[in-house]
């Protein structure tokens, strides 16, 4: 097994000689006046010094340290300074709601905490102080009030590496947060590293980084993926790891075009945001021969435009989906076949594929009796898998209460087929009666292409809302009604401002807060008896 403990992992690195290039569309945070280029020694030095802010700041093995700043790759970067030195980071999204952080800070009860003046001044804006809920606040960009600034820290020799038991906490993150109040999951070096992301460093034919790709990553950095991706891409040593902190296109654009990558991983809402780009003459998507999504299902016209972008003959799409809690639990390969648009019906991408060979077990069953139903019948999908996290922090008996004989509920509600590949409907919080919320929104996708962002909002009574963005902010309702002809019937679609759906930090539409923007306290359809 490599030795991927992310404390030392740089150091590895650097001593294996590993010669990848990481290209950064702006500079960290932690460092605004360094380069955005940088070799593994100089990565390696970066995680180094923080380690030694963090231990100048008073932070001591086993402690939590929180961290809360604007998306970069720097989360991950002060994740491994932490676990350098025995501490167990937590990393928070700066764009969950301040009432949000307060109470997840609350939650961790960290002694200390890394952020930004600017973070702190709009929680503090908001009527939120998030560092009444530490001891010690660190701020990375100048003085904030009760906080220490980073010049005060700069300079400390940091202690050597601390190793810690496998089974012991490695790390804390935030489940998404669509259905309501996010999670945070703690993960162990046993879940997280030596399970999810040394299976991954093993190098597999077409799937993985070589030696000569050029590996774009899009991604929310304050989630699981982040580091496991990080650990495992670096682990192979591919020419150039090239990471974007931004799904915008006109700041991705020309990071993508001084780069032209050959393996992009990034969330779905990344791809569509992207969309445009793939459609252009000159685009920087020509030589991509795989595109990985993780977090969520995509669209099949997005699939599609990217496949159909690049020059590759055979290129490849591998939809995964997985939990914050489990990690990857299934994985599809797609190709320009397969989400090829024949007749009036899509090919859904809601197929998720078959379970993680030799790491996952998936039952479906009654999500009243949770006894198994047959093939090619709905119901709650459990997965068993020894990639689960340790548990939540702050509600010790959650995971207990999701967990029976060893099988996890993961709340999506699904069909296993007859040869055993998995159709994913809803999160049974979301879910309409007699169908599925993903699969309308698919539809809705493939025959409007004018439709930015489709999404179904379930209730007991009446009929499904659904909730349109638009390009130039029109619905044709002539089209509206030929395109939905043949679909259970649905309310009269609402028409939302680009930019005005409420999002995670993944680019996930939190669809409980649109539910109570839009629907005036409706009761769902689905219980949410297992978010």
Wanted: glycine fraction near 8%; charged fraction near 25%.
């Amino acid at each position: 097994m490599p030795p991927l403990d992310p404390g030392p992992f740089f150091d590895v690195l650097a001593e294996r000689g590993t010669p990848t290039l990481v290209r950064l569309g702006r500079a960290l945070d932690i460092a605004p006046n360094g380069p955005t280029t940088y070799g593994i020694e100089g990565l390696a030095e970066l995680v180094a010094r923080a380690a030694g802010w963090l231990d100048a700041l008073g932070v001591e093995r086993g402690d939590r340290v929180a961290v809360v700043k604007p998306n970069h790759w720097d989360h991950v970067l002060l994740a491994c300074a932490a676990a350098r030195i025995g501490a167990v980071p937590a990393l928070l999204s700066d764009r969950l709601p301040a009432e949000t952080l307060q109470l997840l800070l609350k939650r961790l009860d960290a002694p200390a905490l890394v952020t930004t003046a600017d973070t702190l001044a709009s929680a503090d804006a908001a009527g939120t102080d998030l560092s009444a809920f530490t001891r010690r606040t660190l701020t990375l960009d100048g003085p904030a009030r009760g906080a220490v600034p980073l010049e005060d820290v700069r300079g400390h020799r940091p202690p050597p590496p601390r190793r810690r038991p496998d089974g012991a906490p490695l790390a804390v993150m935030h489940t998404s947060g669509t259905t309501g109040l996010p999670k945070l999951v703690a993960h162990t070096s046993e879940t997280l590293i030596h399970r999810i992301a040394a299976a991954e460093a093993r190098r597999l034919p077409l799937v993985s980084p070589r030696g000569d790709d050029t590996v774009v990553q899009a991604t929310s950095y304050a989630h699981g993926r982040a580091l496991t991706w990080t650990v495992s891409v670096l682990w192979l040593a591919p020419r150039e790891a090239v990471i974007l902190d931004s799904y915008d296109p006109r700041r991705a654009e020309p990071v993508l075009r001084a780069h032209p990558p050959t393996v992009v991983e990034a969330a779905p809402a990344a791809f569509v945001r992207w969309q445009s780009l793939a459609a252009s003459p000159d685009h920087p998507f020509r030589d991509v021969r795989l595109y990985v999504n993780t977090f969520d299902a995509v669209h099949p016209p997005t699939v599609r435009a990217f496949l159909g972008a690049t020059r590759r003959r055979l290129p490849l799409w591998v939809q995964v989906w997985g939990q914050s809690e489990t990690g990857p639990l299934t994985f599809r390969c797609l190709t320009r076949r397969s989400v090829r648009a024949v007749g009036r019906r899509h090919p859904t991408t809601r197929d998720l594929g078959r379970p993680v060979p030799g790491k996952t077990r998936l039952r479906v069953v009654d999500p009243q009796t949770l006894r198994p139903v047959g093939r090619g019948r709905p119901g709650l999908v459990l997965a068993r898998t020894r990639t689960l996290c340790a548990g939540y922090i702050g509600e010790t008996e959650r995971l207990r209460a999701k967990v029976t004989d060893g099988w996890f509920a993961t709340g999506d509600l699904g069909i296993r087929t007859r040869s055993g590949r998995l159709l994913l409907l809803d999160r049974e919080v979301d879910t309409v009666r007699d169908g599925s919320c993903v699969e309308i929104e698919d539809v809705i996708h493939d025959r409007l292409p004018e439709v930015v962002e489709a999404v179904v909002l379930g209730r007991a009574s009446g009929r499904p809302l659904p909730v349109l963005v638009t390009r130039d902010g029109t619905l044709d309702r002539a089209a509206w009604r030929r395109a939905m002809a043949d679909l259970p019937p649905l309310a009269e679609p609402v028409l939302v401002p680009d930019g005005r759906l409420p999002l995670t930090a993944t680019g996930k539409v939190r669809r409980q807060e649109l539910r109570d923007r839009l629907l005036d306290g409706a009761e769902p359809y689905g219980t949410g008896h297992w978010t």
